[in-house]
């Protein structure tokens, strides 16, 4: 076979008479660019998985046919990684190495220096031994672009019904390739709604070479990239029973919050600067009335068609890197999150240059033998929004959006007015779910609008409310009073360590509080537990005391896993630890160096393992100590004497840095919407958000309005008897201005009562 004829360094701007395949290049899973390769000999699969890397040096004497690979990113993030990609292979004098079957393809950088903003790659074609699941050779008819005119035999009269405007007049008309179904013959016949007429060749089993993966005892993923496309529908399938839906659902059976929070979890992964979450009815044709829809919407970067399928499939391999900042990783948490909440789910993403719409559904799949999941995927083509043909054809894109129309709430109109929303420059994405989870005859969800009368919670506010307003069993934990535990509004105010987001519940902002900045008598305590480092910011809280509640709040990866943990005397007492609250952002504990994290999959709580039973000790030994040093005094106050924060803090509206004020400041004068321009921090948004010291003791300026009358007080009033005992905690009882009564709360062991009178 010989090599094409065209200068390597020359970049190839159009195609000159030959066809384009295109070629979605990925490393551990991770996309990094969609690319194109013109007059490629053989059908090669539409992702190429880079699988080792080899010096440049051991191609001087090879001749192999040559190619030239161009990129032809989806976004902004591919066309960036695209650059990375090649100035790594040329900085290290490296080619990149995938293989399809017994074919191996050589990707190597530009040789001259004129080609430094590298548009284009060198390909170099190795063809071996012949084999199974092999590249094909080019049959005469495929879906390739040659010419500008498609080379197949289906007439392309679907139209588009989801997109701006009228379509482009010449799309280029892509090849794609499925996996197999393995969708057994009774099940064609007896399925008349969603059954194809067309086909006609019985489904074969998937190769054991096939670059589907399959995992026993487990679902299989069915990777997009197998077979010769025909002009039938292609059924979206992962070999699953429907069933598993539902087994997925009870990883929050629990507490349905955790479902929400997986959400929101994606969100904050896409980098989304505002998030709405609220309860809107829509009309059902199936129900033929209107029901409940919980919609998650955000502003992120959206989801190419590589990402979603990561989503919505079972089994993907374990990426190898992962940003420090990033909680979700494979997608679990999604489908874990969507089927507790309700039976159906639709996804609305966009890109930059692309959209998809997928739908995941219990209602759809009931009484089928596998687990369908429509998708349909369109590509930007100049102004308009065309079926990517790249990686469907329009037959199976018409099938997945019949199916979508027919069991959900949404037809055509409806999608392209919700897609709307994102507006042509615009990315993010909507989550739609109904069918929602049900609490005896009513839903478990319950939800206001943010009248006084309708939130108990949180007077004039919208919130979601849990129905049951069960508080969470925990150890030790005796209070009814946690909000947090029913109230999404309080979930959220604390679910995340340094909150940047916009969020909103029913129409109403959230206000977010940065809860190791609430305290009293803070104190930032460093230790070191298995030879890694951990930082907890212990403190008392006013409202967590009249609550009677305390513990510790320990997140990973900046997001909350566990609340109120209470350790040491505080497992064993009401009294003991009351009101004194601890943060610890234990990520560096947690995730070992396998690359594993020992959180589990509901990241409502972490496994049993060596590093978190000494955590626990350490904690409970800090927090005993804390208990100790400044509250197990006996003290005299006077009962009108209250306990504020060290420092008053507030949230810019634009950058979302939290400001320090001065000791006493009384935030409820500021406006809803602060910026860093008003006062009293009268300042820029670019100066760096201030940070309390590790190791210090922070004691408020002002403890009460009343500081001078209680220092006089405590001046001319002696205690007739002064007394000490071992571990006792004092709680003050004002009965007149002569008479005050102290009740030593010991640890059980060592109860009593003692009444002091002041002379």
Same mark, same amino acid.
Not at 631 to 642: C, I, T, V
């Given at each position: 076979?010989?090599?094409?004829?065209?200068?390597?360094?020359?970049?190839?701007?159009?195609?000159?008479?030959?066809?384009?395949?295109?070629?979605?290049?990925?490393?551990?899973?991770?996309?990094?660019?969609?690319?194109?390769?013109?007059?490629?000999?053989?059908?090669?699969?539409?992702?190429?998985?880079?699988?080792?890397?080899?010096?440049?040096?051991?191609?001087?004497?090879?001749?192999?046919?040559?190619?030239?690979?161009?990129?032809?990113?989806?976004?902004?993030?591919?066309?960036?990684?695209?650059?990375?990609?090649?100035?790594?292979?040329?900085?290290?004098?490296?080619?990149?190495?995938?293989?399809?079957?017994?074919?191996?393809?050589?990707?190597?950088?530009?040789?001259?220096?004129?080609?430094?903003?590298?548009?284009?790659?060198?390909?170099?074609?190795?063809?071996?031994?012949?084999?199974?699941?092999?590249?094909?050779?080019?049959?005469?008819?495929?879906?390739?672009?040659?010419?500008?005119?498609?080379?197949?035999?289906?007439?392309?009269?679907?139209?588009?019904?989801?997109?701006?405007?009228?379509?482009?007049?010449?799309?280029?008309?892509?090849?794609?390739?499925?996996?197999?179904?393995?969708?057994?013959?009774?099940?064609?016949?007896?399925?008349?709604?969603?059954?194809?007429?067309?086909?006609?060749?019985?489904?074969?089993?998937?190769?054991?070479?096939?670059?589907?993966?399959?995992?026993?005892?487990?679902?299989?993923?069915?990777?997009?990239?197998?077979?010769?496309?025909?002009?039938?529908?292609?059924?979206?399938?992962?070999?699953?029973?429907?069933?598993?839906?539902?087994?997925?659902?009870?990883?929050?059976?629990?507490?349905?919050?955790?479902?929400?929070?997986?959400?929101?979890?994606?969100?904050?992964?896409?980098?989304?600067?505002?998030?709405?979450?609220?309860?809107?009815?829509?009309?059902?044709?199936?129900?033929?009335?209107?029901?409940?829809?919980?919609?998650?919407?955000?502003?992120?970067?959206?989801?190419?068609?590589?990402?979603?399928?990561?989503?919505?499939?079972?089994?993907?391999?374990?990426?190898?890197?992962?940003?420090?900042?990033?909680?979700?990783?494979?997608?679990?948490?999604?489908?874990?999150?969507?089927?507790?909440?309700?039976?159906?789910?639709?996804?609305?993403?966009?890109?930059?240059?692309?959209?998809?719409?997928?739908?995941?559904?219990?209602?759809?799949?009931?009484?089928?033998?596998?687990?369908?999941?429509?998708?349909?995927?369109?590509?930007?083509?100049?102004?308009?929004?065309?079926?990517?043909?790249?990686?469907?054809?329009?037959?199976?894109?018409?099938?997945?959006?019949?199916?979508?129309?027919?069991?959900?709430?949404?037809?055509?109109?409806?999608?392209?007015?919700?897609?709307?929303?994102?507006?042509?420059?615009?990315?993010?994405?909507?989550?739609?779910?109904?069918?929602?989870?049900?609490?005896?005859?009513?839903?478990?969800?319950?939800?206001?609008?943010?009248?006084?009368?309708?939130?108990?919670?949180?007077?004039?506010?919208?919130?979601?409310?849990?129905?049951?307003?069960?508080?969470?069993?925990?150890?030790?934990?005796?209070?009814?009073?946690?909000?947090?535990?029913?109230?999404?509004?309080?979930?959220?105010?604390?679910?995340?360590?340094?909150?940047?987001?916009?969020?909103?519940?029913?129409?109403?902002?959230?206000?977010?509080?940065?809860?190791?900045?609430?305290?009293?008598?803070?104190? &930032?305590?460093?230790?070191?537990?298995?030879?890694?480092?951990?930082?907890?910011?212990?403190?008392?809280?006013?409202?967590?005391?009249?609550?009677?509640?305390?513990?510790?709040?320990?997140?990973?990866?900046?997001?909350?896993?566990?609340?109120?943990?209470?350790?040491?005397?505080?497992?064993?007492?009401?009294?003991?630890?009351?009101?004194?609250?601890?943060?610890?952002?234990?990520?560096?504990?947690?995730?070992?160096?396998?690359?594993?994290?020992?959180?589990?999959?509901?990241?409502?709580?972490?496994? /049993?393992?060596?590093?978190?039973?000494?955590?626990?000790?350490?904690?409970?030994?800090?927090?005993?100590?804390?208990?100790?040093?400044?509250?197990?005094?006996?003290?005299?106050?006077?009962? /009108?004497?209250?306990?504020?924060?060290?420092?008053?803090?507030?949230?810019?509206?634009?950058?979302?840095?939290?400001?320090?004020?001065?000791?006493?400041?009384?935030?409820?004068?500021?406006?809803?919407?602060?910026?860093?321009?008003?006062?009293?921090?009268?300042?820029?948004?670019? &100066?760096?958000?201030?940070?309390?010291?590790?190791?210090?003791?922070?004691?408020?300026?002002?403890?009460?309005?009343?500081?001078?009358?209680?220092?006089?007080?405590?001046?001319?009033?002696?205690?007739?008897?002064?007394?000490?005992?071992?571990?006792?905690?004092?709680?003050?009882?004002?009965?007149?201005?002569?008479?005050?009564?102290?009740?030593?709360?010991?640890?059980?062991?060592?109860?009593?009562?003692?009444?002091?009178?002041?002379?």
């Amino acid at each position: 076979m010989g090599s094409v004829t065209f200068d390597l360094n020359e970049q190839q701007h159009e195609n000159r008479g030959g066809s384009f395949n295109y070629v979605l290049l990925q490393k551990d899973c991770k996309n990094i660019c969609r690319t194109k390769v013109c007059d490629l000999p053989i059908e090669v699969p539409f992702i190429w998985s880079i699988i080792s890397f080899m010096p440049t040096k051991a191609y001087q004497k090879r001749d192999l046919p040559k190619f030239s690979l161009l990129p032809d990113p989806e976004d902004g993030h591919q066309n960036s990684e695209w650059g990375k990609f090649l100035r790594f292979l040329s900085d290290n004098k490296k080619a990149a190495i995938a293989r399809c079957g017994s074919s191996t393809f050589h990707i190597l950088p530009p040789q001259s220096e004129e080609c430094s903003n590298f548009s284009h790659a060198v390909l170099l074609y190795e063809c071996g031994r012949s084999g199974p699941g092999d590249c094909n050779q080019m049959a005469g008819t495929s879906g390739r672009h040659v010419n500008g005119t498609a080379v197949n035999s289906s007439k392309r009269s679907y139209k588009s019904e989801v997109q701006y405007g009228l379509r482009n007049s010449k799309p280029p008309y892509f090849k794609e390739e499925i996996c197999d179904s393995g969708l057994n013959a009774k099940e064609m016949e007896t399925s008349p709604k969603h059954r194809n007429p067309q086909v006609t060749e019985p489904h074969r089993p998937v190769p054991e070479s096939s670059p589907c993966e399959s995992v026993e005892d487990s679902p299989r993923v069915l990777n997009p990239a197998v077979q010769k496309r025909t002009a039938s529908p292609a059924k979206s399938f992962i070999v699953a029973d429907p069933s598993y839906l539902r087994t997925l659902s009870q990883t929050h059976a629990s507490w349905i919050f955790g479902a929400i929070a997986e959400l929101v979890d994606n969100s904050r992964d896409a980098g989304a600067s505002r998030l709405n979450i609220s309860v809107e009815s829509l009309f059902s044709k199936k129900a033929q009335r209107k029901i409940p829809v919980l919609s998650v919407i955000d502003d992120g970067h959206g989801m190419t068609y590589a990402d979603m399928m990561r989503m919505i499939s079972f089994g993907h391999k374990r990426p190898t890197d992962h940003r420090e900042d990033q909680i979700g990783r494979f997608g679990i948490g999604f489908k874990t999150g969507a089927m507790k909440l309700g039976k159906d789910a639709i996804v609305l993403t966009q890109t930059l240059s692309s959209r998809s719409v997928a739908f995941l559904s219990q209602s759809f799949n009931e009484g089928k033998d596998n687990l369908e999941i429509p998708v349909v995927a369109y590509r930007k083509e100049g102004q308009y929004m065309e079926v990517d043909l790249s990686v469907q054809s329009e037959a199976t894109a018409e099938y997945n959006l019949n199916a979508i129309k027919e069991f959900s709430s949404f037809n055509e109109y409806f999608i392209g007015e919700k897609l709307g929303l994102f507006g042509e420059e615009r990315t993010g994405t909507q989550i739609y779910i109904w069918n929602l989870d049900r609490w005896g005859n009513d839903y478990t969800l319950e939800w206001n609008s943010g009248k006084s009368s309708e939130n108990p919670v949180h007077s004039g506010r919208g919130d979601i409310l849990i129905r049951s307003r069960r508080v969470r069993s925990r150890p030790g934990q005796t209070s009814n009073k946690v909000p947090l535990d029913y109230s999404l509004q309080s979930y959220l105010e604390v679910m995340f360590l340094n909150p940047r987001m916009k969020i909103s519940v029913q129409g109403s902002l959230v206000k977010t509080r940065p809860l190791a900045k609430t305290l009293n008598k803070t104190s &930032v305590i460093s230790g070191e537990i298995m030879g890694r480092t951990i930082v907890l910011t212990l403190g008392r809280s006013k409202v967590e005391w009249d609550r009677t509640n305390c513990g510790i709040f320990l997140y990973w990866h900046g997001r909350l896993i566990e609340s109120y943990k209470r350790v040491g005397g505080q497992k064993h007492s009401a009294d003991v630890g009351r009101g004194v609250i601890g943060v610890a952002d234990i990520t560096n504990l947690i995730d070992d160096g396998d690359d594993n994290s020992w959180v589990l999959n509901s990241k409502q709580g972490f496994q /049993d393992c060596e590093m978190y039973a000494k955590l626990e000790e350490w904690l409970g030994k800090k927090v005993d100590e804390y208990w100790d040093t400044h509250f197990d005094n006996l003290e005299l106050r006077k009962g /009108d004497e209250r306990h504020k924060p060290d420092s008053e803090w507030v949230q810019c509206y634009s950058c979302r840095k939290w400001r320090m004020l001065n000791a006493g400041f009384n935030t409820n004068t500021l406006p809803e919407e602060w910026f860093c321009y008003m006062p009293p921090f009268n300042g820029k948004c670019e &100066v760096p958000e201030q940070q309390m010291g590790r190791g210090i003791i922070v004691i408020g300026e002002k403890r009460s309005g009343h500081d001078e009358q209680n220092r006089t007080a405590r001046q001319g009033e002696t205690p007739k008897k002064e007394m000490r005992p071992e571990s006792l905690e004092a709680e003050k009882i004002t009965q007149d201005d002569g008479d005050t009564k102290m009740i030593l709360n010991v640890r059980p062991h060592k109860q009593r009562m003692v009444r002091l009178v002041l002379l």
